[in-house]
């Protein structure tokens, strides 16, 4: 009997850490239409963040042989979060956001482990993998609660330069597949993927504030 895919063992092991990614208060707020635009743009912000630190890993890893099956340039989201942000904000919207401290704790972990393959393919497959599978119903959704269309508003869940979804969703779990790991390079990569939900769920968790304002307001 033939060993998991690498891809299906990591799925499975982080699937918990997945679910408890999603069962936050803000989200249900904002999936409701309970939040008004800027309140929606504080998550987007903390987006910016977050992806400022990622794609930038991204660019450092680029020649890395163990690391670059997974940098997608195609995947960069700074121009559409800056785009995003713009429509909320206006031109002035660089002045009116900040990392909040759990996204600095988050952006710490994604520089320290820039220089390290594993990790940042933890990192990379935790985000992107929601971005482009959950991240398309709450992008549906957005576009119904505030009228956003593409050009800036919810530009940070749109990936035209990548094609079918579902195709490039089966493309990167066979890179997955493909990495020459021992066990403990398994282990490695799953424990930070592990690691990267909970700083993630940390920094929904805190947005938990903004929903809990607007709702008392």
């Known amino acids: ?18 679910g408890a990614a999603e069962d936050e208060s803000y989200l ?9 635009r800027e309140a929606y743009g504080e998550m987007v912000a903390q ?13 450092a890893l680029a020649d890395d042989p163990v690391a670059a099956p997974f940098v997608f340039p ?19 919207w660089r002045s009116r956001i900040e990392p909040s ?16 393959p594993d990790g940042y393919i933890a990192h990379h497959y935790t985000r992107y993998m929601g971005d482009l599978s959950g991240g398309q119903f709450i992008r549906m959704e957005l576009q119904k609660i505030y009228g956003y269309q593409p050009g800036g ?3 940070f869940y749109l990936f035209d330069r990548v094609g079918s979804l579902p195709r490039f969703k089966n493309e990167y779990r066979a890179r997955l597949d493909a990495l020459a790991l021992d066990e403990a390079g398994r282990q490695r990569i799953i424990r930070e993927t592990k690691l990267a939900y909970l ?10 504030r903004v929903a809990r304002a607007e709702l008392a307001a």
């Open 1 to 18: 009997m033939s060993e998991p895919a690498f891809s299906e063992v990591l799925r499975d092991a982080t699937w918990s850490d997945h």
């Open 28 to 36: 249900k707020a904002l999936m409701a239409g309970h939040l008004s």
């Open 47 to 59: 987006h910016y963040f977050a992806y400022v630190a990622l794609d930038g890993a991204s660019r």
């Open 74 to 92: 195609e995947l960069y989201r700074e121009e559409a979060l800056a785009r995003d942000l713009e429509t909320i904000y206006g031109a002035g």
């Open 101 to 116: 401290p759990p996204t600095r704790t988050l952006v710490a972990r994604i520089e320290q482990v820039a220089t390290r």
């Open 153 to 155: 508003g919810v530009d």
């Open 199 to 208: 700083l993630n769920t940390e920094v929904l968790a805190d947005l938990g």
